[in-house]
């Protein structure tokens, strides 16, 4: 909302008190300042010039020549287009050096072969307004060589406060309303403001009904011997100031006071409306009407109207109608100022996405004691500017209001304790005395009067009271303390543990393992979904989703991770990523409807496929070693692999080359290469093809299984022996199986088994694979002998013939 | 002993290969022949049994004192040719510390992590726990029991994106639902911190992103007052920059909190005024405020006994400040060319 120190001015005397100290003020004090600037800084440099004389240029019938009076001595000869232009006018002149809006600098210039020494402006070329007929010609009263700014009253700064800010303050939506805070601030007295309403003729009253159980208040005044003329320049400035475009006399009133006082009203010509007066009801299915803004609208029955009889003339707090409206024949008026419930306005226009001056104010609760404040103010201002203009009735006034201003108890004690201040009965009760309440001390606490405008939202309990002598007093001014408890360490709860296993998970990942970790969005992509063949899985969708190409929620963090693979892909060679998040499960949800909550780690790792890649570099290869780390350091040494069966494979993973990881009795995750299809469908093809493989890894499975840290063994006492051994074996062999056969034949001696090659085709003939691993055999009791191996050997080969191959020799 | 000083003489000759050894490999070889059998000490040595019983004893004597000279003289040339080697090698060479060295593939945590840990560790050692929430929350707990009713005009700025059509059901628009839920589960006094995802559906430019990182802070206990507040969030500050930095509180208007502040810190990163605090000096960091009585109530906490305060750090735009991030929009992103920078 603008506000402008001018207007400011005529509700608190602001003598020696600058704009910024005002903006520095109600920012620190009120509501967040976004602006401050001057107003049309421009008009302080065109200055009023005399014109003395006008001729035709001579070689233009349509260019004028002057000569101008500016004051300061010298004649001007100015060419002028404007037909409006004549001698004996005062006007608004630009000279040379002068910067216009639209970056529009004024300089001696030849027009036509005349030279022109600045401009006489029109009020559009000097930023105010739209009116372009021709020169703006000024009262016949103000000083020429003066600058136009500070004879027409125009000179004025404009703060701009953030609507949101005073979402909760009624009262400050108008001019008046930040003049009580302004005032209470710097220790002002606030101006008298009369809005009582002038005597009026004993005329029949105009009939008004309200139907609607969303109005609670409707005073309707009529007034004769109006016009719609121009306002007077004092009234326009104000308006322009403040951003709002003067239209005529009328409807600048309207708006004024609505700018003023904060109450929105409505002018209608009284001609245009039946004489069965004015019915507010709720719009009825399939009605519509045109709004001012000349659209057609489409009601529904949860909007309300004001009817002229049964015919809509305005969609009540936010929109008059077009065809009521004060025309240039206007003389009589019907003037509306009503009380309407904030959320039926809101809602009418949220869905007609029109906001207005009016609806934001009626959406803030007004004061229900304003509309006859705004009929009475409106009024006497214009008798002020046109003195003929005459009541013919008193004003109806419908409506089940009640005043809202209530009483509250405040304890200055708790007003210490919940600002953590020493802040004396007296100045409690001082600054809310200064702020517009009415204070009474009843023994040790205070028995606050809280005004209507304060009281229809703002100010309902004790809390808000604290506020206001919070705020007034500067926060500043509150001495910072040390917050003190008994600190218990937390506790090693699931949230904690939660925690705790991510950390572990995340650490070992991008640490050991060399990951990237990412978060992602937690909205999955449609197309995804559909690559993924996930489309008819659950998920909580949303239903005003604005973000392109996805409405749901994923349900693991699967499909996140793998969309990332191809955009990746295409800048890196490798592509290894993990996430840790959440996903949502809504059929299994909670009875109040909360979908379940999954805790998740997933990995990708996707590398450039190679023809001859080694056995132990595949993606699938390097995540297992991978997860299986993360998984054990996590503290779970137990985690085993299982291989994977293709009625357990999720559906991104391949339904063979994968393995489930398990943790005692759970199994916790799977680790697979990504589907065949859907590696191509994710674009993992061309330039891009990847050996690509993904782990998905439940947070919430681990944290049900059993931990068990790494169990210690005593040292060897005897040096070990490593052998290496080679076999040539069928290819349907499993490597699995060859290495518990190896370690089986050692009776107990075998320490460890690693395979360190696996060979097939070239020069191993077709149908079989060659592999060889390390064995390292090791004896509790006693340093083992050449013999000790020879036995071990021995049993080797006929293990290894008994699965149908043949141990190599050197 | 004449033959030591003959130039021409066995051992003189010796010394003088000796002496003249050009490296550690010639010296070596000459180790060998000087010293062995066939050198001057050994061959007085070989001549021995052929020499009458009454000179053996003076040519043994002589034997070993050759032996020892050319002992002496040869690890004198081997410390001197040690030094040249070593003053070789401290030279150098050919080293070209503009090489690069051979890469090494590293992982890393995403920055959000980074500062979440940050903040975590922090108000842990105060004493705070740590709690999540979900992303996919009711209604009520989002709203309602924040003291926001249907229709309340501050929905408007909430831009809720909502999961079903009764709206019973909505993604969290903030960290602050977890106050009731935390309400609901803790016995007062508690400090409790809720980093989380939080969603708003609005436009996304490069400082609006529809989904972010907020960090919830709350605080309940005896007396607990604005002043608590200030100290924390000084607090809070310290540990996040690394040094004190000046606040001020501003009204600020939140159904959940009253009073409620706009809390701004000092720019840490001018005196003067600069693109990041908008040449204000000021940058406006997180909404706070006293809990509001109605969501004491709300989380079945009496108002008249305890009292609390709650605040909400933007943590998105807190990982941007502190690595000089300039588009929100990287942080949700999955683009290796921003993960890797951290
Ligand atoms: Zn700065």
């Not at chain 1, 260019?63 to 009076?69: A, I």
């Not at chain 1, 009253?205 to 719609?228: K, N, Q, T």
């Not at chain 1, 869905?351 to 001056?357: E, F, P, W």
């Not at chain 2, 945590?109 to 922090?122: G, Y």
Request: hydrophobic share 40%.
């Amino acid at each position: 909302m603008k506000i402008s120190t001018r207007w400011l001015g005529r509700h608190v005397d602001l003598t020696g008190i600058s704009p910024k100290q005002i903006a520095e003020a109600l920012t620190i004090h009120t509501a967040e300042v976004e602006g401050l600037e001057p107003f049309l800084p421009h008009l302080g440099k065109v200055v009023v010039g005399h014109v003395l004389s006008r001729e035709k240029h001579p070689d233009a019938d349509k260019l004028g020549v002057c000569q101008v009076d500016v004051g300061d001595g010298t004649t001007r000869q100015i060419v002028c287009g404007a037909a409006n232009v004549a001698g004996g006018q005062r006007v608004a002149v630009a000279l040379p050096g002068v910067e216009l809006p639209g970056d529009f600098k004024i300089k001696v210039s030849k027009i036509r072969g005349v030279e022109s020494q600045g401009m006489i402006c029109s009020e559009r070329e000097l930023g105010l307004g739209d009116e372009h007929a021709g020169i703006w010609v000024l009262p016949e009263s103000v000083a020429i060589g003066k600058p136009v700014a500070l004879v027409l009253g125009l000179d004025d700064w404009v703060i701009e406060i953030d609507n949101k800010s005073l979402t909760h303050r009624p009262d400050l939506w108008g001019h008046r309303g930040v003049g009580i805070e302004v005032a209470a601030l710097f220790g002002r007295e606030l101006k008298r403001l009369d809005t009582s309403l002038p005597a009026n003729a004993s005329g029949p009253v105009f009939p008004v009904r309200i139907e609607s159980a969303s109005c609670s208040r409707y005073v309707a005044l009529p007034i004769d011997g109006v016009s719609p003329r121009r306002s007077p320049d004092w009234l326009r400035a104000l308006l322009f100031a403040v951003g709002q475009r003067p239209i005529d006399l009328l409807v600048d009133l309207s708006n004024f006071v609505m700018l003023d006082i904060g109450q929105p009203n409505h002018v209608f010509d009284r001609n245009a409306l039946s004489k069965d007066g004015i019915v507010v009801r709720d719009a009825r299915p399939g009605e519509r009407m045109k709004t001012l803004d000349g659209v057609e609208r489409a009601l529904v029955p949860s909007d309300m109207l004001i009817c002229s009889g049964d015919a809509p003339v305005a969609l009540a707090g936010v929109m008059g109608g077009e065809g009521s409206k004060v025309a240039e024949g206007t003389r009589s008026l019907l003037l509306e100022v009503a009380t309407f419930q904030p959320a039926v306005v809101r809602r009418t226009s949220q869905r007609l996405a029109l906001r207005t001056d009016s609806s934001a104010r009626f959406e803030k609760n007004l004061d229900p004691t304003l509309p006859m404040q705004a009929a009475g103010h409106f009024v006497r201002l214009l008798r002020e500017i046109e003195p003929g203009a005459t009541l013919p009735c008193p004003p109806t006034d419908v409506g089940p209001w009640r005043d809202p201003a209530r009483t509250l108890q405040v304890r200055p004690e708790r007003v210490r304790q919940l600002l953590g201040d020493d802040v004396p009965d007296d100045e409690v009760a001082g600054i809310l005395t200064r702020l517009g309440f009415g204070v009474e001390k009843q023994g040790t606490v205070l028995a606050v009067r809280v005004p209507s405008a304060r009281a229809t939202k703002d100010v309902t309990i004790e809390q808000d009271l604290v506020e206001e002598v919070g705020r007034t007093r500067g926060y500043a001014r509150i001495p910072e303390r040390a917050l003190v408890a008994d600190i218990a360490p937390p506790k090693r709860d699931e949230g904690w543990n939660r925690r705790m296993l991510a950390r572990a998970l995340q650490d070992r990942l991008a640490g050991g393992a060399r990951f990237r970790e990412t978060i992602s969005y937690s909205f999955v992509a449609d197309d995804l979904l559909a690559k993924l063949g996930d489309e008819n899985e659950p998920h909580v969708r949303v239903i005003n989703s604005g973000v392109e190409g996805a409405s749901r929620i994923r349900r693991s963090v699967m499909p996140s991770l793998l969309g990332l693979l191809e955009p990746n892909r295409r800048r890196r060679d490798t592509v290894a990523l993990f996430e840790v998040g959440k996903g949502y499960v809504p059929e299994c949800s909670s009875p109040k409807g909360e979908p379940a909550e999954v805790h998740e780690l997933g990995i990708v790792l996707a590398a450039a496929a190679t023809k001859d890649a080694r056995f132990d570099a595949t993606s699938l290869a390097r995540l297992r070693a991978s997860a299986l780390d993360a998984v054990r350091a996590a503290g779970f040494a137990q985690v085993v692999e299982r291989p994977l069966t293709a009625e357990d494979a999720p559906r991104w993973a391949h339904p063979v080359r994968g393995v489930t990881l398990h943790v005692g009795d759970a199994r916790v995750g799977f680790v697979a290469e990504l589907e065949p299809r859907l590696r191509r469908a994710l674009g993992l093809v061309g330039d891009v093809d990847s050996d690509a493989a993904a782990a998905l890894i439940s947070l919430d499975a681990l944290l049900n299984a059993e931990r068990k840290p790494a169990a210690f063994r005593s040292l060897p006492k005897f040096p070990g022996v490593k052998v290496d051994v080679a076999v040539l074996v069928p290819a349907t062999v499993r490597s699995g199986d060859l290495a518990a056969a190896l370690e089986k034949s050692g009776k107990g001696l075998v320490e460890g088994v690693e395979l360190f090659d696996l060979y097939a085709g070239g020069s191993v003939e077709a149908g079989k694979k060659s592999l060889a691993f390390h064995v390292r055999l090791l004896a509790a009791d006693r340093t083992l002998t050449e013999e000790d191996v020879q036995k071990y050997l021995s049993r080797v080969e006929r293990a290894v013939g008994e699965l149908g191959g043949a141990v190599r020799k050197a | 002993m004449t033959t030591s000083t003959d130039p021409n003489s066995p051992l003189s000759l010796a010394l003088a290969q000796l002496r003249g050894a050009a490296d550690l490999e010639a010296l070596k070889a000459l180790e060998r022949d000087l010293l062995g059998k066939s050198g001057p000490a050994g061959q007085i040595l070989a001549s021995i049994p052929t020499l009458p019983p009454e000179e053996r004893k003076s040519a043994g004597a002589r034997a070993n004192e050759i032996k020892r000279a050319l002992e002496e003289a040869l690890s004198a040339r081997k410390r001197e040719l040690e030094d040249v080697a070593l003053a070789a090698e401290r030279t150098g060479g050919d080293f070209d510390a503009t090489l690069p060295p051979a890469p090494l593939e590293r992982g890393g945590l995403h920055p959000v992590t980074r500062v979440v840990r940050d903040l975590e560790d922090l108000f842990t050692s105060m004493g705070y726990t740590i709690l999540d929430g979900p992303e996919v929350e009711l209604d009520w707990y989002n709203f309602e029991a924040l003291n926001i009713p249907k229709d309340h005009p501050a929905r408007d700025a909430q831009d809720t994106f909502y999961c079903d059509p009764e709206g019973r059901v909505v993604l969290r628009t903030h960290t602050s639902p977890v106050q009731i839920r935390a309400m609901e589960r803790m016995k007062p006094p508690f400090r409790a911190i809720v980093p989380g995802k939080v969603f708003r559906n609005e436009a996304v430019d490069a400082s609006h992103e529809h989904t972010f990182h907020q960090m919830e802070g709350l605080v309940v206990g005896k007396d607990v007052s604005v002043g608590h507040l200030i100290g924390a969030m000084k607090t809070l500050l310290r540990g996040v920059f690394g040094k004190d930095i000046e606040i001020r509180l501003r009204p600020g208007y939140f159904p959940f909190v009253e009073p409620g502040f706009e809390l701004d810190a000092r720019c840490p990163f001018c005196s003067t005024g600069c693109r990041v605090c908008k040449q204000s000096t000021w940058i406006e960091l997180l909404p706070c405020g006293m809990v509001h009585p109605n969501v004491l109530k709300s989380g079945g906490i009496d108002p008249e006994q305890w009292t609390g305060f709650a605040f909400g750090l933007g943590l998105s735009r807190l990982v941007m400040l502190r690595y000089g991030i300039d588009d929100v929009r990287h942080l949700l992103s999955g683009d290796l060319r921003f993960l890797e920078q951290f």
